[in-house]
C-alpha cells in the first residue's frame, strides 16, 4: 500500500470528523464516509498482507483505492455544495446525480483496472438491459419525479402538504422519495412518483376558518356580532393573524336559532386545534361579559347568565375597602355600588390597553392581572400584578387621562368595572371630595414611584405635594367641578 494513501486516508477521515457537528443535516453522507474508511482498512491490511501472491494483492489494492476515491468523491461533495456554495442552493437532484455519476465512474475504472471490459458487456447486452430497466422501473419513476419536484421549485423543506391521506410538514426532497413530518411526530416517506401523480395541497401560512356557532332569535345579532369582533380583535390570540381582521358573520337563519360564525385567519399550518380552542375561549368570556347566554353553540360552549357566587364580596364592601372612595356616606356608596359591572376576561385578554382614552376603574375579584409598559423603543416590560382585592385604572376614572399601561389577564379574572357618569353627581353634589381624592391618589403614584425610583423621604414628599396640586386641578376640570363651593 503507497504510503500517501493512508495519510489521504487520515486527511479524509479529520475533515468528515469536523464536519459532523456544522453539517448535522448530512451526517448520513459524513456516516458513509467513515463506513468506506473502515472497509478501506481492511483491504488495505489485505493488501499488505498477500504481498507474496501478486495477483491477490493487486485486486484488493485496487479495490483498497477505489473505495478510497468513494470516499474522497463523498467528501468533495459536502465541502463543494455544503460549505463552499450553500448560499447557491443548487437542487438537490443535480448534487445527486453528480454523485452517482461519480460513484458509476469509479465503479468502472475498478471493473477497468481489474481487467474487466464492463463497457462490452453493457453494449452487447440488451437482454440484460431489458431486464435491469423492468427491475428498477419503479426507481425510475420516482427518480424522474423527484427530478421533476427539483427543477418545478414548487415545494420546499418546511412547506405543510397533503397528499392523499398523509400530511405533514416536508423534511427533505430526495431524488426517489420526499420525508413529510406529521403533527403527531411520525415521519412518512412518499415515493416522488406518487407526488407527481397524485394532487398534492400546499397549505397556505395563513388560511381562513370559520368557526361555527348558534344564538337564539332572541339575542339582537349586531349586539352579538359587535360584542364578539371587539373580543376577537381587541386581543392577540396566539395562533390568530390580527391582519385580516376577524369577522363575525351570520350564516343563516333557521328554525330555533341563529347560525354565525367567526371568520379568522390560522397561521399555525396543520395543527388549528389549539387556535380555534383560543377563539372559542374568547368567545365564551365575551358573550358574558356582555350578559348574552350563549345556546347551542357547535363546539359545546354552553353558559348561564352571570350570577355571583355566594359568598363573594358585594360591590359596597369592596368600594369600602378601597381608599379613595373612605370618603363616601352610605347612601352615596350604594349609589356607587348599584352601577358598578361585574366582568369575566380570559387569560390573555387585555382588560385595557396603553394609550386607549378611559374613565373607569377596575376591581379584582379573583385571578391574576398583569400590568406592563411598552416604552418609546418598543420594549414591553411588567411593572406590577395585582391579585383578589387590588384595583387599577383609578387614574382614568377621576382625570379621564389615557392608559398609562396595559392591563392582561394572566388566568380567569373576574372584576368590577366602575365609569364616570356613577360620581358625576357625587362629585358636583360634594365636591370636597376632589382635594380628598386627590391627596390619596398624590400618595398612592408617589409611593410606587418611590418603590421604583428609590427616592428619598424627602424628594418623595416634595413630588407628592406637587402631584397632589396637578391631581386635584386635573379632577376638577374632569367632573367640570370650579371648587369647593361648587355644589353650595
Known sequence: MPAYALWIAVALFLIAALLWKPLHRDRGRIRTVFGLLAIWSAFALLAGMAVNWNSQARVAGEIADTLLILAAIQIGFL???????????????????VIVGANVATLFRLLNQLGVDATGIFATSAVATAVVGLALQ???????????????????????????????YVQHIRLRHTAILTIDGDTVILPNSLLTRSPVVIVSKARRHLIPFAMPYSQHPQETIDALEHALRSSPIPGVLAEPKPQCLIR????????????????????????????????????ERAGIPASEISYLIETKAAVAPTGEVSPEDILRRTPIFRLLEDADLATVAASMRRLTFGPGEHILRQGDPGDSMYFVLAGRVAITFRSADGAEKQIASFESGDFFGEASLLTGESRTATATANSRVTCYRLDKPALQQIMEKQPDLAEDMSVIMAHRQV????????????????????????????IRRFFGINGPTAGA
Not at 79 to 97: G, Q, T, W
Not at 261 to 282: C, F, Y
Not at 447 to 474: F, G, I, N, V, W
Open 252 to 287: 343563516e337563519m333557521t328554525p330555533g336559532h341563529i347560525n354565525y360564525a367567526a371568520v379568522v385567519w390560522i397561521s399555525t399550518q396543520g395543527n388549528d386545534v389549539a387556535p380555534i380552542s383560543a377563539v372559542l375561549n374568547r368567545i365564551y368570556y365575551a358573550l
Open 79 to 97: 465541502l463543494i455544495v455544503d460549505v463552499a456554495l450553500r448560499k447557491v442552493r443548487l437542487p438537490k437532484f443535480a448534487s445527486e446525480i
Open 447 to 474: 409611593e410606587l414611584s418611590a418603590a421604583r425610583e428609590k427616592l428619598d423621604r424627602e424628594t418623595a414628599l416634595r413630588r407628592e405635594a406637587e402631584s397632589q396640586t396637578q391631581m386635584l386641578a386635573r
Open 138 to 168: 419503479d426507481m425510475l419513476s420516482n427518480i424522474a419525479g423527484g427530478m421533476a419536484l427539483q427543477l418545478e421549485d414548487s415545494m420546499d423543506a418546511g412547506d405543510y402538504i397533503r397528499c392523499g391521506d398523509q400530511a405533514g
